[in-house]
T-cell receptor
């Protein structure tokens, strides 16, 4: 079974530029998460989708970050414009359904973003 | 402030030694998970604990959930170089929004041959 796919794996941009990340979850997984992991810290949830609807985006900096999952399968996360403090690894994860109480979250390899 | 505090932050030991890492909070959690993350990869789930006082074993790894469901520990017996990685605890806060996972900062373990 294929895992969670993310691209690109690495991205270097200058501040104020725009960037987009793509995630394809495991087939059949209804719930998709985007996390931000700053060096030396644990992942922080940015947004959770259930199918194509947003369940929780309370920690998403909406002035510069946006995310969509139009057909309930793959998802994109965009930053516009990027700031230096956005340098981090952006992780995508998926589960069969609902929250993580019993369901295992499967993580992709992440996209490492460097903002210069 | 960090909801889940992990200690120690860094641990460097020799192959064959035993070690324990801790995950503490003042909040109660419905469940708690432990993940291992290797460089350039996403976290991989090791175990989920749900019941206060629960102990789970996975080969040389022993996980314990505190009686009050506020803390957890991971004990590794006879560590091997393959155990090297970042160990993250993550919990679903009791009564928390959407049941989402909250991660600690992790313990970076290095096991030298």
């Amino acid at each position: 079974e294929a895992g969670v796919a993310q691209s690109p794996r690495y991205k270097i941009i200058e501040k104020r530029q725009s960037v987009a990340f793509w995630c394809n979850p495991i087939s059949g997984h209804a719930t998709l998460y985007w996390y931000q992991q700053i060096l030396g810290q644990g992942p922080k949830l940015l947004i959770q989708f259930q199918n194509n609807g947003v369940v929780d985006d309370s920690q998403l900096p909406k002035d510069r970050f946006s995310a969509e999952r139009l057909k309930g399968v793959d998802s994109t996360l965009k930053i516009q414009p990027a700031k230096l403090e956005d340098s981090a690894v952006y992780l995508c994860a998926s589960t069969l359904s609902g929250g993580p109480l019993y369901n295992e979250q499967f993580f992709g390899p992440g996209t490492r973003l460097t903002v210069l | 402030t960090q909801l889940l505090e992990q200690s120690p932050q860094f641990l460097s030991i020799q192959e064959g030694e035993n070690l324990t890492v801790y995950c503490n909070s003042s909040s109660v959690f419905s469940s708690l998970q432990w993940y291992r993350q290797e460089p350039g990869e996403g976290p991989v789930l090791l175990v989920t604990v749900v019941t206060g006082g629960e102990v789970k074993k996975l080969k040389r790894l022993t996980f314990q959930f505190g009686d009050a469901r506020k803390d957890s520990s991971l004990h590794i017996t006879a560590a091997q170089p393959g155990d090297t990685g970042l160990y993250l605890c993550a919990g679903v806060e009791y009564g928390g929004s959407q049941g989402n996972l909250i991660f600690g900062k992790g313990t970076k373990l290095s096991v030298k041959p």
